[in-house]
Every structure is written in C-alpha cells, then in structure tokens.
Nanobody
C-alpha cells in the first residue's frame, strides 16, 4: 500500500521560509517522479514543482527562483524548500507520485497523493 505523508507546513511571515517534506512508502521511490501541488480555498489544485527519477526538476513560473524541490532516495523523501514566501503562496500543499512520463505538471498523471499540509503566510 502506497503512502505519502507530508509534513513541515505552518504559519510563516511574508518573506520567510519553510521546508516541506513528503515521506513515501510502499513504492520503489527512486523510480518515481515526485510532484508538489497546492490548493488555496476556492481555487483548483495547481502544479508547483516536480523532480524526476533522474533528478531533473521543473517549476511553475509563479515559484521559479524561490522554491527548490529535491529528493533523498535513501530516505524515500522529497522536499520542497520555499523561500521568499508571499501571501499568494498560502495553500494546502500536496505531494504526489507517478511512474508515468510525459506532462508531469498535469494532476491527472499522478497516481498517488498525500493528505496535504497547510501553509499559511501572514502579511
């Protein structure tokens, strides 16, 4: 049974930083593309970043240069370092896993999802 468990969310002031973690189990982690998505109240879930099994990364334009996705295959964990946080970054952040290739910014490509972790940014 695949499980993805996010942690690291919380309340931070605008301009601050947070690091999210997502611990995976039940899958061959190193073979999966891992993604981070977010959803603010009243909006659709949106792509944030992904890291492939070859460590290639891709970011949404809205977070490029501020967020960094990384992975530690020995710990079956993917991270999202978020710097220079803005009010508009506030959302529930979800990690997701897919073994499929292609357009890895698409929600529909991902087979497994975590429960999410809340990020609140105060201005």
């Amino acid at each position: 049974q695949v499980q993805l468990v996010e942690s690291g969310g919380g309340l931070v002031q605008a301009g601050g930083s947070l690091r999210l973690s997502c611990a995976a189990s039940g899958l061959t982690f190193s073979r999966y593309t891992m993604g981070w998505f977010r959803q603010a109240p009243g909006t659709e879930r949106e792509f944030v970043a992904r890291i492939r099994s070859d460590d290639a990364t891709y970011y949404a334009d809205s977070v490029k240069g501020r967020f960094t996705i990384s992975r530690d295959n020995a710990k079956n964990t993917v991270y999202l370092q978020m710097n220079s946080l803005k009010a508009e970054d506030a959302a529930v952040y979800y990690c997701a896993a897919t073994s499929r290739g292609g357009s890895t910014w698409l929600i529909s490509l991902y087979s497994y999802w975590g429960q999410g972790t809340q990020v609140t940014v105060s201005s």
